[in-house]
């Protein structure tokens, strides 16, 4: 059992950046691959950015690439998600989720349906 705790989330003017953690309990946190999902109201839950147990290879939607960077620290047992030149259509309700099943490629990680843990969610709002 993993519980996560999203945190870092606010309000930040177009072109601002946030650093969003997500912390996790229990032992094994390095024995999941990690990743970051947003959603607005109305609208499925997309995928953000995903990491690699050992933190050496990362994904990430095209809507980001460039400007968000997915981290962890397994000795903290927390996953971060640095976003830069924030766009007001990144407003939305942003989510942390564990996945125990090993995939070899790393793009398996875009779909919710293999993610066992999800986070509490942290609201980030970007002005224009």
């Known amino acids: 059992q993993v519980q996560l705790v999203d945190s870092g989330g606010g309000l930040v003017q177009a072109g601002g950046s946030l650093r969003l953690s997500c912390a996790a309990s229990g032992r094994t946190f390095s024995s999941y691959a990690m990743g970051w999902f947003r959603q607005v109201p109305g609208k499925l839950r997309e995928f953000v950015a995903a990491?690699?147990?050992?933190?050496?290879?990362?994904y990430y939607a095209d809507s980001v690439k460039g400007r968000f960077t997915i981290s962890r620290d397994n000795a903290k047992n927390t996953v971060y998600l640095q976003m830069n030149s924030l766009k007001p259509e990144d407003t939305a309700v942003y989510y942390c989720a564990a996945a125990a099943t090993y995939y070899g490629n790393i793009d398996a990680y875009t779909r919710r349906s293999v993610y066992n843990y999800w986070g509490q969610g942290t609201q980030v709002t970007v002005s224009s």
């Open positions: 990491i690699s147990r050992s933190g050496g290879n990362a």
